[in-house]
T-cell receptor, first 117, second 113 residues
Framework: GAGVSQSPSNKVTEKGKDVELRCDPI?????LYWYRQSLGQGLEFLIY????????KSGLPSDRFSAERTGGSVSTLTIQRTQQEDSAVYLC???????????????FGSGTQLSVL | DAKTTQPNSMESNEEEPVHLPCNHS???????IHWYRQLPSQGPEYVIH???SNVNNRMASLAIAEDRKSSTLILHRATLRDAAVYYC??????????????FGKGTKLSVKP
């Protein structure tokens, strides 16, 4: 596709259930990011992938959160035993690998709205 | 990490220029200045970035103060579609955790017809 695709667009789950959120980056983009945005707040960085490896997991809020990326393409963010405070929009972004990361442009998907009841 | 300060909100009239300010008094020599915007119900989109010199592209212009402690995003003729939250972000050249984009709360721009 032309842009970053995320699925599902909306997910409603019950407290304590596990959820998986999927991100399809732009073809050829080697860098992939996950962010989350709570209602009325700015974006919170979660994790960064370069290829299949995650050199920066510093933003994952707890060990209930994990992410993987296979084949240098699709990524899945998994939240185990969901809590109500996990309710947010989860955004994925991808970019071309750049030696100069400071000039890197991120392309974002439209996000997955997660609601934990 | 170097931080940025932006007004919470601004208003503009359609077809008038808009100047969105950003203060970053603790910027380091290796920090680039990035701007993204987020339209309602969408993910952020890249607008522009620069290091020292003023920059222009089809979307906007970026004016950077000589001491680099502040910058201004300029929309030359605001349209209703420009109503969004605008984020000013510093990004370290050397990457690592400091190289990730750290978003603040940004400036919510309203455009009146």
């Amino acid at each position: 596709g032309a842009g970053v695709s995320q699925s599902p667009s909306n997910k409603v789950t019950e407290k304590g259930k596990d959820v998986e959120l999927r991100c399809d980056p732009i073809s050829g983009h080697t860098a992939l990011y996950w962010y989350r945005q709570s209602l009325g707040q700015g974006l919170e960085f979660l994790i960064y992938f370069q290829g299949n490896s995650a050199p920066d997991k510093s933003g994952l809020p707890s060990d209930r959160f994990s992410a993987e990326r296979t084949g240098g393409s699709v990524s899945t963010l998994t939240i185990q035993r969901t809590q109500q405070e996990d309710s947010a929009v989860y955004l994925c972004a991808s970019s071309l690998k750049s030696i100069d990361r400071a000039g890197e442009k991120l392309f974002f998907g439209s996000g997955t709205q997660l609601s934990v009841l | 990490d170097a931080k940025t300060t932006q007004p919470n909100s601004m208003e503009s009239n359609e077809e008038e220029p808009v100047h969105l300010p950003c203060n970053h008094s603790t910027i380091s020599g290796t920090d680039y200045i990035h701007w993204y915007r987020q339209l309602p119900s969408q993910g952020p989109e890249y607008v522009i970035h620069g290091l020292t010199s003023n920059v222009n592209n089809r979307m906007a212009s970026l004016a950077i103060a000589e001491d680099r402690k502040s910058s201004t995003l300029i929309l030359h003729r605001a349209t209703l579609r420009d109503a969004a939250v605008y984020y000013c972000i510093l990004r370290d050249y050397y990457g690592g955790s400091q190289g990730n984009l750290i978003f603040g709360k940004g400036t919510k721009l309203s455009v009146k017809p």
